[in-house]
């Protein structure tokens, strides 16, 4: 086997700029460095943490001082540059100050976030690219900061969410489910410890701390009184009380959040509830499992199935069944989706699960139904054409119904379902003719426009 050709040496890549040796590069890097300030910082941060720590934290402040300090306006011209470089100190802490020193890591970079309320009001960003730099970087502030320790990351983090709350709630929330759970409960504390009930953002971000710690009753507390008679926010809370065992406040609190019919302001009569939210009704399966009550949760699956159709919930149920038991659940299933108000979302269930004959079935019995416009309409009519001529029939021809009364540019697409049509027709035996149907499209394409071949 021949050799591979090398690869021209003129490439910019790393193994090619190695062969240069270290004075060639020192010397095009002193160049470069002349007419660049930029560079010129960097090179000095990279030589001061070889000297060691301490070093390059001094280069890393003088360029953090200087940023926070400065007044001059960063035009959206500018506003590029700017980024880079604050990229590029993050990654002299994280990459180079980090594996030398922690905890003068830690600090540097929380002066790195430091900054965005100087430069917030000096730097035209429109798009948010800023905003969005900081965000993201706050993964990166929670790994750091939990691989400095509790006791060391635990004072640091606390003192700028005290002083600081507005932006670091927001930066501390977002790295929430990278912080270690002991630092998580150590900021959860400094929080609650001997101080009001939390609101607001401070509220959002004890949530977010009480997820990462495990503290379920923390998270309790920074709810809204106000918000628990919400059916989102009560079934919430009955779901995770429901899922610690602790089934009685489970219960109150999801009916506490059970809608209510409205009052009629003309009758002053109740009106009828509309049913109960998704996530009420699954908090509500949630509750009566806690509580033991296994076939009552059996029969809130199916009825939350007949509004959704979720082949999730089938599973849960026929999960816990005996042999032809089992069975006997999969034909209820099917005889929920067949009969569901919207014909086009029961026939999803049953083609998805995959039950194509009683699919085939629920085609031809509710024909008249069929709407066309459904994107999967295509696929599901092909895979019923070997074994459900009829019922893929059915299918294409509520897809050329559909296409037809589109008009203007369907033509193409509308001839070859037509097509399809007619080669189903030929082994289905189904009325009217294809000749038939065919005429009936013509008859629906000229009410939009002359009549088309």
Same mark, same amino acid.
């Given at each position: 086997?021949?050799?591979?050709?090398?690869?021209?040496?003129?490439?910019?890549?790393?193994?090619?700029?190695?062969?240069?040796?270290?004075?060639?590069?020192?010397?095009l890097l002193i160049e470069f460095a002349t007419g660049d300030a930029a560079l010129k910082r960097r090179l000095r941060m990279e030589l001061s943490a070889e000297v060691g720590p301490g070093d390059l934290a001094l280069e890393l402040d003088k360029r953090l001082v200087s940023l926070a300090e400065s007044r001059a306006k960063v035009s959206w011209r500018k506003r590029p540059g700017l980024l880079t470089e604050l990229r590029a100190i993050k990654r002299?802490?994280?990459?180079?100050?980090?594996?030398?020193?922690?905890?003068?890591?830690?600090?540097?970079?929380?002066?790195?976030?430091?900054?965005?309320?100087?430069?917030?009001?000096?730097?035209?960003?429109?798009?948010?690219?800023?905003?969005?730099?900081?965000?993201?970087?706050?993964?990166?502030?929670?790994?750091?900061a939990s691989g400095a320790g509790v006791d060391v990351a635990g004072p640091v983090l606390g003192e700028a969410l005290s002083t600081r709350l507005s932006e670091w709630a927001s930066w501390v929330g977002r790295g929430a489910g990278d912080l270690s759970p002991e630092l998580a409960r150590r900021l959860l504390h400094d929080l609650t410890a001997g101080r009001p009930r939390p609101t607001g953002r401070a509220a959002l971000l004890v949530r977010k701390l009480a997820d990462r710690s495990g503290d379920l009753d923390a998270w309790l507390t920074a709810v809204p009184d106000d918000d628990r008679a919400k059916p989102e926010v009560g079934s919430e809370i009955a779901r995770r009380l429901a899922t610690?065992? @602790?089934? %009685? =406040?489970? *219960?109150? &609190?999801? #009916?506490?959040a059970r809608p209510v019919a409205p009052?009629?302001?003309?009758?002053?009569?109740d009106v009828t509830p509309e049913p109960p939210p998704e996530p009420w009704l699954r908090a509500e399966i949630a509750v009566l499992l806690a509580e033991g009550r296994k076939d009552d949760a059996d029969e809130a699956r199916w009825r939350l199935f007949a509004n959704t159709l979720s082949p999730e919930l089938i599973r849960e149920i026929v999960a816990g069944l005996a042999d032809f038991d089992d069975v006997e659940a999969l034909d209820r299933a099917f005889g929920v989706a067949a009969g569901?108000?919207?014909?086009?979302?029961?026939?999803?269930?049953l083609m998805n699960w995959?039950?194509?004959?009683?699919?085939?079935?629920?085609?031809?019995? @509710?024909? %008249? =139904?069929? *709407?066309? &416009?459904? #994107?999967?309409?295509?696929?599901?009519?092909?895979?019923?054409?070997?074994?459900?001529?009829?019922a893929a029939l059915l299918l294409v021809r509520a897809r050329a119904r559909a296409l037809a009364r589109l008009g203007n540019g369907m033509d193409d697409e509308l001839r070859a379902v037509l097509s399809e049509a007619e080669g189903l027709a030929a082994n289905a035996d189904l009325e009217p003719s294809h000749a038939v149907f065919a005429g009936e499209i013509d008859g629906l394409i000229s009410r939009k426009r002359p009549v088309w071949r």
């Open positions: 086997m021949a050799k591979a050709a090398p690869k021209p040496k003129k490439t910019v890549s790393e193994a090619n700029l190695a062969t240069l040796g270290a004075e060639r590069l020192a010397a002299v802490i994280l990459e180079r100050l980090a594996p030398l020193d922690t905890r003068l890591a830690l600090d540097r970079l929380v002066a790195w976030f430091d900054l965005y309320v100087p430069l917030r009001s000096r730097v035209s960003d429109p798009k948010g690219e800023m905003t969005l730099m900081f965000d993201e970087a706050s993964a990166d502030l929670a790994v750091l610690a065992g @602790r089934p %009685d =406040e489970a *219960r109150a &609190a999801l #009916e506490a009052t009629s302001r003309w009758s002053r009569k569901h108000p919207d014909v086009m979302r029961g026939l999803g269930f995959p039950a194509l004959r009683e699919a085939a079935a629920l085609v031809l019995s @509710r024909r %008249d =139904e069929l *709407r066309g &416009a459904v #994107e999967d309409v295509p696929l599901w009519s092909g895979r019923l054409a070997a074994r459900y001529p009829e």
